[in-house]
Nanobody, 115 residues
Framework: QVQLVESGGGLVQPGGSLRLSCAASGSIFSKSAMGWYRQAPGKERELVAIIGNSGSTNCADSVKGRFTISRDNAKNTVYLQMNRLKPEDTAVYYC?????????WGQGTQVTVSS
């Protein structure tokens, strides 16, 4: 059973930065695709960024040029560096692991962008 634990959320002013981390248990992390998603109040969960097991990345147009996803397989951890944050980035951020037919979600971490 794989478990994901997110950290790094919090309150930040517009224009600020945060780095989210998601640590995975188990031994399949390096073979898994990882993603960051977010869900704002009253809205559906949406994709923010994904990274394949080869390191290839993709991200939503709304965060392109501001957010960067990366991974450290030695630490079983995926990161989301968020720069130039905007109030509309406020949401609960979740990480997701996909390995074959296995899909696992973390519990989420709150990011609030407000002055």
């Amino acid at each position: 059973q794989v478990q994901l634990v997110e950290s790094g959320g919090g309150l930040v002013q517009p224009g600020g930065s945060l780095r989210l981390s998601c640590a995975a248990s188990g031994s399949i992390f390096s073979k898994s695709a990882m993603g960051w998603y977010r869900q704002a109040p009253g809205k559906e969960r949406e994709l923010v960024a994904i990274i394949g097991n080869s390191g290839s990345t993709n991200c939503a147009d709304s965060v392109k040029g501001r957010f960067t996803i990366s991974r450290d397989n030695a630490k079983n951890t995926v990161y989301l560096q968020m720069n130039r944050l905007k109030p509309e980035d406020t949401a609960v951020y979740y990480c997701k692991l996909v390995y074959g037919s296995l899909t696992t979600w973390g519990q989420g971490t709150q990011v609030t962008v407000s002055s």
